[in-house]
């Protein structure tokens, strides 16, 4: 009996592990990097489609940085965002439109009074057919500025997830000032322009 009962808990296990899987396999992912990652974070969280978003670092050369390494801007690390998402939801293409709406890809390294490579807008793609999204969302968008876009448009190499309090920082700390003051109206501001794409 013990046996048996052993053996209907194996297949439940391993008919579990295939169908988290298979759920994984379904869903595809998006690294961004526009000024502060709380900013993104905060307006993807918000986004249709969106399975989950984490805050962390990529397109530096030291190993697992630390916020205080990135924030000193010798590490050459952009605080960036990872966001897991469902394309039969949302498009990769459409996570570009908000990307372009959310942050100024015309300032070179700066984000607001947010200043240093740190903060540079930048897209990692993860494969050559996010590469070529980027590049022709980067062209179609840029008639929609004065400036030229000095976004970079780069593999992703490696991404560090930031320190646990980075995580989910709006939701956690909504009264604190930079998110009143920077992250909140970036939020209010694509529940506006985009409502078709909010939860």
């Known amino acids: 009996m013990k046996k048996v009962l052993f053996l209907m808990l194996l297949s439940l296990s391993v008919i579990t592990h295939v169908s988290a899987k298979e759920a994984d396999m379904k869903y595809e992912v998006a690294t961004l990097g526009g000024g502060c990652f709380w900013c993104l974070e905060a307006v993807f969280e918000e986004t249709r489609g969106v399975i ?7 397109g530096g050369t030291l190993l697992n940085p630390s916020y205080e390494q990135v924030s000193s ?3 050459g690390h952009a605080e960036v965002v990872q966001v897991t998402f469902d ?14 709406l959310i942050h ?12 240093g490579t740190q903060y540079r807008s930048v897209i990692f793609y993860h ?3 996010q590469k070529k999204q980027a ?6 968008f840029s008639s929609k500025f004065t400036k030229p876009l000095v976004t970079e448009i780069k ?3 490696t991404f560090y997830k930031a320190e646990a309090y980075h995580q989910d920082y709006f939701k956690n700390n909504p009264n604190q000032g930079y998110c009143m003051f920077v992250v909140s109206p970036k939020v209010e501001h694509f529940k506006h322009e985009y409502k078709d794409l909010v939860k």
């Open 73 to 75: 801007g010798t590490t």
């Open 52 to 58: 989950d978003v984490v805050s962390g670092y990529a």
């Open 155 to 157: 593999p992703l190499e």
């Open 104 to 115: 100024d890809p015309t300032t070179l390294n700066r984000q607001g009074n947010d200043v």
């Open 135 to 140: 590049e022709a969302s980067m062209k179609a």
């Open 87 to 100: 394309p039969s939801i949302i498009s990769y293409e459409a996570l570009l439109k908000i990307f372009w």
């Open 127 to 129: 494969d050559e057919h």
